[in-house]
C-alpha cells in the first residue's frame, strides 16, 4: 500500500500534468469544493470555491497552448494523520522568457486535508518571485555602467565604449549635426573623441552623479570633466553638461539617450570651455 506521501506526490504530478495538457476534470478532480488559492494575479483576497477556481484555467489554458510548459522541477511533502503540507518548484513560461532567465521558477504551496480516507488539496499558493531591483541597486548598476565608460575611454576601447549603447540611440552632442541617431552614428562621435585625444591619453569623470530610476528606464546628470593630451602634444581639459537615459533589457542597462553640451556666450556666440563648477 503507497504512503501518504506518495499518494499525494501523485496526486500533484497528475494534476500538474493536467495543468499542462488543458485537463479540466482532472485539474480539478483531487481538490475540495471549499479551495482557497492565492493565485498570481488578482483578486488580492484570493479565489474561494471549487467554482470561482474552475474558472480561472480557461485563460491559463489558452496561453499555455501557445507554447509555454508547466513542468515540477522538484516537490517536498510533508503528511500528517489527515492534514499535509506541500511545495513544488516549477518551469512555467514560453521559450523566450525561459531563454531570458533560466532559473525562473514558479512557486505553489499546497495544503491538503484528507476526506473519506482521500486526500484532496484545500489551498494553493502560486507565486513567482519579484526580480524588480530595489531603485538603489538599479542606481548602482547605471553607476557601474558610467564607470566601466570612463575606464574604456581612458583605454581607448572603442568596441568596450559601444557594449552598452542601444541600436536606437539618439545623442545630441558637441558636433554639428543637431542629433546623432543610431549606434553607428554614436560609434563615429566616439572614435572622433578618442582621436582627438591622441587615441589613449583621455581621462573622464563625473565628479557628482545623480541617478534616478523607476522600473525599466533610468536617468542620469551630471558635469562632465574631460582632460588629457591632445594630438598637438598640448594637455586639455574643460567641462561640460551630461544627460543620459537608460533602459533595461535582456541585456541590462543600455544607453537610448545621451545629451551633452557647453554653455555658450550668447554675444559671441561662442562655447565657453573654461568655466569651472562654482
Given amino acids: 500500500m503507497k504512503t501518504d506521501e506518495e499518494q499525494i506526490r501523485e496526486l500533484i504530478e497528475r494534476w500538474a500534468t493536467a495543468v499542462h495538457a488543458g485537463d479540466l476534470d482532472t485539474v480539478l478532480a483531487d481538490h475540495a469544493g471549499d479551495i482557497v488559492m492565492f493565485d498570481v494575479p488578482p483578486p488580492q483576497q484570493g479565489v474561494r470555491g471549487i467554482e470561482p477556481y474552475r474558472d480561472t484555467w480557461p485563460g491559463f489554458f489558452e496561453w499555455q497552448a501557445k507554447g509555454a510548459t508547466f513542468e515540477i522541477v522538484e516537490l517536498d511533502v510533508t503528511a500528517g494523520e489527515d492534514v499535509a503540507f506541500a511545495w513544488a518548484l516549477l518551469r512555467c513560461g514560453t521559450a523566450e522568457e525561459h531563454a531570458a532567465d533560466p532559473e525562473q521558477r514558479l ?13 484532496v488539496v ?5 507565486s513567482f518571485p519579484d526580480a524588480t531591483p ?21 583605454a581607448g576601447d572603442l568596441d568596450g565604449m559601444m557594449e552598452r549603447i542601444a541600436d536606437d540611440v539618439v545623442s545630441y552632442e558637441h558636433g554639428t549635426r543637431l542629433e546623432y541617431a543610431g549606434r553607428g552614428a554614436v560609434r563615429e562621435v566616439c572614435a572622433a573623441g578618442l582621436e582627438a585625444g591622441g587615441g589613449t591619453d583621455i581621462h ?3 565628479p557628482e552623479l545623480t541617478v534616478l530610476t523607476r522600473d525599466d528606464l ?43 553640451s557647453y554653455p555658450v556666450d550668447h554675444e559671441s556666440g561662442r562655447a565657453l570651455l573654461d568655466l569651472r563648477p562654482e
Fill in 218 to 260: 533610468a536617468v542620469s546628470w551630471g558635469l562632465d570633466h574631460i582632460s588629457g593630451t591632445g594630438p598637438d602634444g598640448k594637455p586639455f581639459a574643460n567641462w561640460s553638461r551630461g544627460t543620459r537615459v537608460f533602459r533595461r533589457s535582456e541585456q541590462g542597462w543600455q544607453l537610448i539617450h545621451q545629451h551633452v
Fill in 107 to 119: 512557486r505553489i504551496s499546497f495544503g491538503l486535508r484528507k476526506e473519506n480516507g482521500r486526500w
Fill in 204 to 206: 573622464w569623470t563625473i
Fill in 134 to 154: 530595489v531603485p538603489d541597486e538599479a542606481a548602482e548598476e547605471i553607476r557601474a555602467v558610467q564607470d566601466r565608460w570612463i575606464e574604456q575611454t581612458a
Fill in 122 to 126: 484545500a489551498h494553493e499558493h502560486h
